[in-house]
C-alpha cells in the first residue's frame, strides 16, 4: 500500500513552505515516527514524520516551494529495506559527445559529497549529476560547486532567469536563495520602519547590586531550580512592572484603535544561524524568576535546534534583546510589529562614575527603548526607561521571591 506524505499546514496564512532537506535518502527503508524532512515557512520549521514503514520515494527536491498539502513523498509499505541514491528518477544517460574529455563524471548524489560542497549546491540548488568533478575520481571539488554555482546553468529557484545571472554576476560570486524566514524577518523590519514613527531613548544603569545578587545566589538558585540566575530575568521582571504602570508601552495599533493588553507577553530575542527568532514569554507578569529562567532556557533550546512552532512566536505585546551577547555597546533596535516598544540591552563595562561626590568603579549598561510616538509619548517612554533603570539599581523591588525558597 502507498502511503502519501504531504506538505503540513503550519498556519493559517500560510499557503506555501519550501523543503529544507531531507533527512532520508531516495529509496531508503524509513520507519514509523521516523524524521524525513525539514520544512520551512515565513515563520518556523517543521520536521515531517513518516506515518508509517516502508520505503521512501522522494517527488520533490530540497530547495522547492510547495503548496501545502501537495505531495512530497510516498512510503510502500511492501517496499524492501533499500536505499538508493539520492534522485527522484533515473538520470537520462549523457552521450559521449556531452561529457569533456579530460574528466569522466562520477559525481554521484547530494549525500555522496563532502559537507562543504553539499552546503553548495543546496543552497544553490544545483544537481551533482550536471556537474563534472575535477577531483579524484571524478569526484566534486569545491572550486567545481562554485564555479557552476555562479554559471548560468545554476538554479535560482525562481530568483532569475540565466540571461539575468549571465548580466549580473561575477566569477566569484555566488546567488542563494534567502530562507522564508529571513524574507519574512526584512517585510517586518521595513514595515516597522515605513508604518511607525519610530524613535529611541537611552539611559544608563548600574548592575552593581544586580551582580552582586547573581555571585551571591546563583549557585543555590541552579541547585534548586536546574537553570542558572541570569541576568535576563531582572530584566525582563523590570520589563513587565513598569508595563503595568505605563499601559501605552504594552498597547498597539490596529487601524484607528489603540489595542491595551491587561497582559505581558514578553517577546525574547534569541539569534539563531537562520536568523533572529522571538519566542514569546506568555503572562510573563504571573511568572517567578525560576519560571521566566526556565522559559528562556527552553525557548532558546527550541529556537537553536529549530524547533521553535509559530504558537511559541505569536502574540507577543514587548520586546527583550540583548545585543549585549555579541558585545555591542549601543544600538537602536527596531521594533518588532504590531508592538509600540523594545528594549535593548547591552553589554556590561565597568567604568568610572560619580558616587556621592567621588569616582568609583560600577559595573554600567546602557539601555535603549524604541517606541512608537504615534502612541507613546517622549515623555511616558523616558518615564518608562527610568522605571526599569530604577528597579534594576534597587532590585529589592523587583520582588525577589527566590531568596525566601532558597
Known amino acids: 500500500m502507498i502511503h502519501e506524505i504531504v506538505a503540513p499546514t503550519v498556519g493559517e496564512s500560510i499557503s506555501e513552505v519550501r523543503i529544507l532537506a531531507w533527512s532520508k535518502k531516495n529509496g531508503e527503508y524509513v520507519k514509523n515516527g521516523e524524521t524525513v524532512a525539514e520544512i520551512e515557512s515565513d515563520k518556523a520549521t517543521v520536521e515531517v514524520i513518516a506515518e508509517s514503514n516502508g520505503t521512501l520515494k522522494i517527488l520533490e527536491q530540497a530547495g522547492e516551494m510547495i503548496a501545502v498539502g501537495k505531495t512530497i513523498a510516498q512510503i510502500d509499505d511492501a517496499g524492501a529495506a533499500t536505499a538508493t541514491s539520492y534522485q527522484t528518477a533515473p538520470a537520462a544517460p549523457k552521450s559521449p559527445a556531452a561529457i569533456p574529455s579530460k574528466v569522466a563524471p562520477s559525481a554521484k548524489g547530494l549525500e555522496d559529497q563532502s559537507p562543504a560542497v553539499r552546503k553548495i549546491l543546496a543552497e544553490s540548488g544545483s544537481d551533482p549529476a550536471e556537474i563534472n568533478g575535477t577531483g579524484k575520481g571524478g569526484r566534486i571539488t569545491k572550486g567545481d560547486a562554485l564555479e557552476h554555482a555562479v554559471s548560468p546553468r545554476a538554479k535560482t529557484i525562481g530568483r532569475a532567469t540565466d540571461s539575468e545571472i549571465k548580466a549580473r554576476d561575477n566569477v566569484g560570486d555566488r546567488r542563494v536563495p534567502m530562507s522564508l ?19 529611541t531613548t537611552f539611559n544608563e544603569v548600574d548592575l552593581s547590586k544586580v551582580v552582586e545578587l547573581r555571585k551571591q545566589y546563583k549557585d543555590k538558585f541552579k541547585t534548586k531550580y536546574g537553570v542558572g540566575l541570569g541576568y535576563m530575568s531582572f ?5 513587565t512592572l513598569a508595563l503595568k504602570d505605563f499601559e501605552a508601552v504594552n498597547a498597539s495599533i490596529d487601524g484607528s484603535d489603540v489595542i491595551y493588553h491587561d497582559y ?28 521566566i529562567e526556565q522559559a528562556i532556557v527552553d525557548a532558546a ?12 512566536m505569536s502574540g507577543g505585546t514587548f520586546t527583550v534583546t540583548n545585543g549585549g551577547t555579541y558585545g555591542s555597546m549601543l544600538s537602536t533596535p527596531i521594533l ?18 560619580v558616587i ?11 539601555l535603549a527603548v524604541s517606541y512608537d510616538h504615534r502612541i507613546i509619548d517622549g515623555k511616558e517612554a523616558v518615564s518608562f526607561l527610568v522605571a526599569i533603570k530604577k528597579r534594576l539599581e534597587n532590585p529589592e523591588e523587583l520582588g525577589l521571591e527566590f531568596k525566601k525558597e532558597i
Open 181 to 199: 524566514l529571513r524574507l519574512k524577518i526584512a517585510e517586518r523590519l521595513k514595515q516597522a520602519q515605513n508604518t511607525a514613527a519610530m524613535l
Open 356 to 366: 556621592d561626590g567621588k569616582i568609583e568603579i560600577r559595573p554600567m549598561m546602557y
Open 264 to 291: 505581558v507577553h514578553i517577546g525574547i530575542a534569541v539569534g539563531t544561524e537562520r536568523g533572529l527568532v522571538v519566542p514569546v514569554l506568555r503572562n510573563a507578569e504571573k511568572m517567578s524568576f525560576a519560571q
Open 336 to 353: 518588532n510589529p504590531p508592538q509600540s516598544a523594545i528594549l535593548g540591552m547591552h553589554n556590561i563595562q565597568d567604568r568610572a562614575v
Open 301 to 312: 533550546t527550541k529556537a537553536k535546534a529549530g524547533k521553535l512552532g509559530i504558537a511559541d
Open 235 to 239: 530584566f525582563t521582571r523590570a520589563a
